[in-house]
């Protein structure tokens, strides 16, 4: 079954400590794309890759990396310079320019002490 | 700035009502605008609109889209408990490749 796989469901760090969030997609989208999850504010783009080796910030990239090597992986990482980081994170995948839909992973969920 | 805002932010209604849910939204050149369903953790996809005054149904749930006025409703009827989850709003603007999602509406269906 082709799908989105995040990894870990729940993950939890110290202030001043970066962390990756994985993302493993074999749907052989060529499109990811990292949103972030705040009560009350819907979804915000973080970074967004439209094929690898290439990526574009989205609208909140401060604080944040990303890389995408392989065409199925997309992990980012939550800087220490990140202000705010405990939110729930979501991975999404898509063929670019088909009018296609996200597919999303399941989320993973930061909380930063 | 590309903006979508979504209304009500929150409905509780009781099971068998049908409900609405408002999106509207300021793009530059309009391509798309998605209907999600989110649960407890991945966004599901409900529909896809591109253009003006044609319907999308799914069973209980149709949802249409009015480009002069620059809103979508998302209709649900004969709601179940089921139905309870947060629906969320995105367009996307030509050559942006990206989705700018509104805040969402977190519905609740009682038994």
């Known amino acids: 079954d082709g799908g989105i796989t995040q990894s870990p469901k729940y993950l939890f760090r110290k202030e001043g400590q970066n962390v990756t969030l994985s993302c493993e997609q074999n749907l052989n989208h060529d499109a990811m794309y990292w949103y972030r999850q705040d009560p009350g504010q819907g979804l915000r783009l973080i970074y967004y890759s439209q094929i690898v080796n290439d990526f574009q910030k989205g609208d909140i990239a401060e604080g944040y990396s990303v890389s995408r090597e392989k065409k199925e992986s997309f992990p980012l990482t939550v800087t220490s310079a990140q202000k705010n980081p405990t939110a729930f994170y979501l991975c999404a995948s898509s063929i670019p320019g088909l009018n296609s839909p996200l597919h999303f992973g399941n989320g993973t969920r930061l909380t930063v002490t | 700035e590309d903006k979508v805002v979504q209304s009500p932010l929150s409905l509780v209604v009781h099971e068998g009502d049908t409900v609405t849910l408002n999106c509207s939204y300021e793009v530059t050149n309009f391509r798309s605008l998605l209907w999600y369903k989110q649960e407890k953790k991945a966004p599901t996809f409900l529909f896809m609109l591109?253009?003006?005054?044609i319907e999308k149904k799914s069973g209980r749930l149709s949802s249409i889209l009015d480009k002069k006025e620059l809103f979508s409703i998302l209709n649900i009827t004969a709601t179940q408990t089921g139905d309870s989850a947060v629906y969320l709003c995105?367009?996307?603007?030509?050559?942006?490749?990206?989705?700018?999602f509104g805040q969402g509406t977190r519905l609740t269906i009682n038994p």
């Open positions: 995105a367009v996307e603007g030509q050559g942006a490749q990206k989705l700018v």
């Open positions: 591109t253009s003006s005054g």
